[in-house]
């Protein structure tokens, strides 16, 4: 039997790490709630360890990967070029900093043996003093990162930079980086689960141990120029009957921007890219196919590439939505 072609939800899968919090679920109330932490929520995941299924219409229980192998080029579009969703979206919230870690970037991951990983985040919520390690300082080498690994002193070589609510980061691959405590941000990334982790602040987990580091590996990969490591601020593109649309990052692997919805939307696609709405805040309509879905905040909804046109539309006021595609 054929799937037909219509806005998809899925339900999140749910990630507790030792250092994650409890605002995923009080933030977003569709959320479930959880008796000790939820670190993270992936949202778009086409992963062995992590996969989306879906909760709506004829392909109700069906999983991502599984549409990915049936509907093809309809569901990811013509610039997608991997036989997996090449992408990977999750909701983090950090109650206390992450690990100092890098990923691999296209070149490096082949001489690994892991998966190229860039990523950006987006900052949907931040306690005050909230703030991020990305890159290095100028006159940052391998010898000084290494000695300040060995003092335990590594935030003294990375660039700390505070963040507020809609500014986002950019983490090409090789960028050692780290989320500080306070935040909560959605995350685009290339569809990979490498990481290598440098440093873990001495913290134990639940068994008194120390979590494993990839030192060896991470010195391999790890982008030893990277000294302009900044916050980025959305730029406006354009005005679009009403709603403003900003450019959050684009770089050769997804292209994010925000809708400031006030009005309804209607987008008209070209069948090169998917298109990813996560609702940031407020509540939206979106209209295609003769399928409608009324979306709250925390909720994301897939749009095959082969769906021409779809509209989007506030609910009971204005609404924020961060659009992902591939290009």
């Not at 070589?157 to 980086?177: S, W």
């Amino acid at each position: 039997m054929s799937i037909p072609i219509y806005p998809l939800l899925f339900a999140p899968v749910y990630k507790d790490y030792l250092w994650g919090g409890g605002r995923i679920p009080r933030f977003f109330r569709n959320k479930p709630g959880h008796a000790g932490t939820c670190a993270e929520s992936w949202e778009i995941a086409d992963r062995p360890e992590g996969m989306s299924i879906v909760t709506n219409g004829p392909a109700k229980g069906k999983s991502l990967h599984a549409l990915v192998e049936t509907l093809g080029q309809r569901l990811v579009g013509t610039a997608a070029k991997s036989k997996v969703f090449p992408l990977l979206i999750k909701i983090i919230d950090a109650r206390e900093r992450l690990s100092v870690q890098v990923h691999p970037d296209e070149h490096t991951a082949v001489a690994c043996n892991g998966e190229a990983k860039t990523e950006m985040w987006y900052a949907l919520a931040a306690e005050h003093g909230a703030h991020v390690f990305a890159g290095f300082l100028p006159g940052t080498d391998r010898n000084s990162f290494e000695t300040a690994l060995t003092a335990k002193r590594v935030e003294k070589v990375l660039r700390d930079l505070p963040i507020t609510i809609d500014e986002a980061i950019f983490i090409p691959g090789g960028r050692v980086h780290a989320i500080g405590e306070g935040c909560l941000l959605l995350e685009v990334q290339q569809n990979s689960n490498t990481t290598y982790r440098v440093h873990d602040w001495d913290r134990v987990d639940k068994d008194g141990k120390p979590r494993e580091l990839h030192l060896e590996k991470a010195l391999q990969v790890i982008n030893w120029t990277d000294d302009n490591a900044g916050i980025v601020k959305p730029q406006k593109l354009s005005d679009e009957g009403g709603n403003n649309i900003w450019q959050i990052v684009q770089c050769p692997f997804f292209n994010v921007v925000r809708i400031d919805l006030k009005k309804k939307l209607v987008v008209r696609n070209d069948g090169l890219s998917f298109h990813v709405l996560f609702v940031a805040e407020g509540q939206m309509k979106v209209e295609a196919n003769g399928v409608v879905e009324n979306i709250s905040a925390g909720t994301s909804c897939l749009i095959p590439a082969a769906l021409e046109t779809y509209s989007i539309t506030p609910v009971s006021g204005a609404a924020t939505v961060i659009r992902t595609t591939l290009v």
